[in-house]
């Protein structure tokens, strides 16, 4: 374990960092951002994550659908999912070439989709469906993900916006259907994950609403790591 004390910190900039277990004792702490996956957080003596996820709930009714196990609610929720994906694309229409501007090295918005696309095909086609196709070429996986290539993607793709729409699109369609006649009774049981050890090997054994639950999740907190940036975006243009 590594022990920093009476170090200078600030300014400093921790991204992609396991900090589980953590402790910071004694620290000034001020105008801090934490952005991640966070649990079980305390500051001085209080558990403050119930009161986080709560406020977060109230500012994103969406999230307690996409939490239920009720397919009624996730459709619903995909529904509002890709309402607010639909009012992004046509702001991004609305100024061309924002769909590549970037912002504090994040993604942006044409990578931002790109990596839905590549979610899609490896937490739902393939997790949910079973499916042992290639992923699509346009689809932009992370960095721990090995073998890239010859998994179908193409590390040259540079697709323009409408081209990485169309497909978000097909993708829509597949789940919404797929969606339309899951059952509660079949949420539960287990994911039917290939079993040739690509991607995403720490599927197996998860449940159908597991997997569908990332395809959720990575849908909704991507969408509000894209509108952030475009805010931000358009602040330094004003």
Do not use: K
Request: proline share 5%.
């Amino acid at each position: 374990m590594t022990r920093y004390v009476d170090e200078d910190l600030s300014g400093a900039e921790f991204r992609e960092c396991d900090l589980s277990n953590a402790r910071l004792v004694g620290v000034v702490m001020q105008d801090a951002v934490i952005d991640g996956l966070v649990t079980n957080l305390t500051v001085n003596g209080v558990e403050v994550m119930a009161y986080v996820e709560a406020e977060l709930d109230r500012r994103q009714p969406v999230r307690l659908l996409l939490r239920s196990d009720d397919p009624a609610d996730l459709r619903r929720g995909w529904s509002e999912l890709r309402a607010a994906w639909a009012a992004t694309a046509d702001r991004l229409r609305q100024s061309p070439g924002l769909e590549h501007a970037s912002v504090n090295d994040e993604w942006s918005a044409v990578q931002t989709l790109r990596h839905l696309v590549f979610v899609h095909d490896s937490w739902f086609r393939r997790c949910c469906l079973g499916s042992t196709e290639p992923f699509t070429s346009i689809g932009l996986g992370i960095e721990s993900v090995p073998d890239r290539e010859e998994q179908g993607l193409d590390p040259t793709a540079d697709p323009t916006l409408d081209e990485v729409l169309t497909v978000r699109a097909e993708q829509a369609a597949e789940l919404e259907g797929w969606l339309a006649g899951v059952t509660p009774g079949q949420l539960r049981e287990p994911a039917p994950v290939p079993d040739d050890g690509r991607w995403p090997p720490y599927a197996t054994g998860r449940t159908l609403r597991q997997c569908l639950g990332t395809v959720l999740g990575e849908e909704l907190e991507h969408h509000g790591f894209c509108v952030r940036d475009l805010d931000l975006i358009d602040q330094t243009r004003v």
